[in-house]
């Protein structure tokens, strides 16, 4: 199977703090994609990296990708409560997805 | 600017009724267009997606089917419904192959 992890599976933090979420993946890549999913919403395209760039940021979001590793980041910084949601890393020449990481940030 | 829709938000169906879910596409040409499901608290599965009309790609076995009559409409059917098949549906679309994906609100189906 070509797919791969999230990790952790499930975070909970206070607002304010940085979630770190993780994302593993086991083919080559042109590029690997972050995505939010709402409860019961569609997924919401957050940032995509190329795999010749290293760092990425857009507002609270930071990525990394470590291509030797094979493996992506996602850092969000100054959390809120409304960044609670499930958060998919995408890559792959048909999207595979990964399980995802399910967010909860208390207020 | 783009939009997305999918239809219905929700459904109930009886095991081994046919199913149509509809997809259409807004203020874009010749989109790539893409049929998951998912599993309650899970990941997405691909189960079809399509680079122009009549050209269709399955992902996995199963008791479904899609079809692409029109450049930015795309079906899901099934003729008998399986318990199996309840999920949430998304459907979505992309430029190409390398860029990023633009996803419907979903249809949340229930066999019963």
């Known amino acids: 199977s070509q797919q791969g992890e999230e990790d952790p599976q499930a975070l909970s933090i206070q607002e304010g703090e940085n979630a770190t979420m993780n994302c593993s993946y086991k083919?080559?890549?042109?590029?690997l994609q972050w995505y939010r999913q709402n409860s019961g919403r569609g997924l919401v395209h957050l940032i995509l990296?190329?795999?010749?760039?290293r760092e990425k940021h857009s507002g609270r979001l930071r990525v990394t990708l470590d291509t030797s590793k094979k493996s992506s980041s996602l850092l969000i910084t100054a959390s809120r409560a409304a960044d609670t949601a499930s958060y998919f890393c995408?890559?792959?020449?048909?999207?595979?997805f990964g399980p995802g990481t399910r967010l909860s940030v208390l207020p | 600017s783009q939009t997305i829709h999918q239809w219905p938000a929700t459904l109930v169906q009886p095991v081994g009724s046919p199913l149509s879910l509809e997809c259409t596409v807004e203020?874009?040409?010749?989109?790539?267009l893409y049929w998951y499901r998912q599993a309650a608290g899970r990941g997405l599965q691909l189960l079809f997606y399509?680079?122009?009309?009549?050209?269709i790609s399955s992902e996995v076995p199963q008791n479904l089917s899609a079809s692409r009559p029109q450049d930015r409409q795309f079906i899901l059917s099934s003729k008998k419904l399986l318990l199996s098949d309840s999920g949430f549906y998304l459907c979505?679309?992309?430029?190409?192959?390398?860029?990023?994906?633009?996803f419907g609100p979903g249809t949340r189906l229930t066999v019963t």
């Open positions: 979505a679309w992309s430029v190409g192959v390398t860029y990023e994906q633009y």
């Open positions: 083919t080559s890549i042109n590029n």
């Open positions: 990296i190329r795999s010749n760039e």
């Open positions: 995408s890559y792959g020449q048909n999207f595979v």
């Open positions: 203020g874009t040409s010749n989109p790539n």
């Open positions: 399509s680079v122009g009309i009549g050209q």
